[in-house]
């Protein structure tokens, strides 16, 4: 296993740092897409936690598999293009360049408590 996010609830995620929908992540301006601020605030706070995660181990150039789990405490909230901010976020801290995924599963639940993340990834054999 390369990581996990810590314990096996994975990252409390307080709700104003919930992945913003693809709809809310970038705003177009003309021929140009940027990402808004809330959605550079959830990927600043990913790259915090991604540092804490990888500590002093360098970045892999291997494969990688990742599978990420949303616990969200709605059931509306769509993850399609969440997963863009939390590969942005890892580049460089887990692996050099997100083309390294191999292999990338996204679920999501119902959560009774606080919104969470799980990430687990290991190197592709």
Excluded: C
């Amino acid at each position: 296993m390369l990581f996990r996010s810590a314990g096996e609830d994975g990252f409390a995620l307080p709700p104003r740092l919930l992945p913003p929908s693809t709809n809310n992540t970038y705003a177009v301006a003309g021929r140009v897409r940027r990402k808004t601020r809330d959605a550079k605030a959830v990927e600043t706070a990913y790259r915090g936690a991604f540092a804490r995660l990888a500590g002093e181990v360098p970045p892999t150039e291997a494969p990688v598999r990742l599978r990420v789990h949303y616990g969200f405490t709605a059931d509306r909230r769509d993850v399609d293009g969440s997963h863009k901010l939390l590969l942005d976020a890892a580049r460089g801290l887990l692996w050099v360049d997100d083309r390294q995924i191999a292999s990338l599963t996204l679920s999501k639940a119902r959560t009774a408590g606080e919104p969470r993340l799980e990430l687990v990834g290991a190197i592709e054999e």
